[in-house]
């Protein structure tokens, strides 16, 4: 495993989490990293996003989600705010060690990490 994402938990609706997403192994450095996640008896479904020269939202969560990266701690970090319990499902974070832009969808990534759940109830 070469990513870790972190910062799940259980909150409630309207609340607010932070994940962050590393590497022990490499530097994140500013290649393209995506978010996805996995809710119970769904698919795998992309996120967000960011690029050198890019960001992307899925619709679901545009306004809500922000991406973010601080090189100097070596993480990328998913915002999201005002969570809904369709947000609820483990979060993974990827990204290939190389700089393509994230376009008009989350773009396949090979290379995963371990994912951490976010549940949203009351």
């Known amino acids: 495993v070469q990513l870790q994402a972190s910062g799940g938990g259980l909150v409630q609706p309207g609340g607010s989490l932070r994940l962050s997403c590393t590497s022990s192994?490499?530097?994140?450095?500013?290649?393209?990293i995506g978010w996805f996640r996995q809710a119970p008896g769904k698919e795998r479904e992309g996120v967000s996003c960011m690029s050198m020269r890019d960001a992307f939202y899925i619709d679901a969560v545009k306004g809500r989600f922000t991406i973010s990266r601080d090189n100097a701690k070596n993480m990328v970090y998913l915002q999201m705010n005002n969570l809904k319990p369709e947000d609820t499902a483990v979060y993974y974070c990827?990204?290939?060690?190389?700089?393509?832009?994230?376009?008009?969808?989350?773009?396949?990534?090979?290379?995963w990490g371990q994912g951490t759940l976010v549940t949203v109830s009351s």
């Open positions: 990827a990204t290939d060690q190389d700089y393509k832009e994230c376009g008009v969808e989350v773009p396949f990534f090979a290379k």
């Open positions: 192994r490499f530097t994140l450095d500013y290649y393209t």
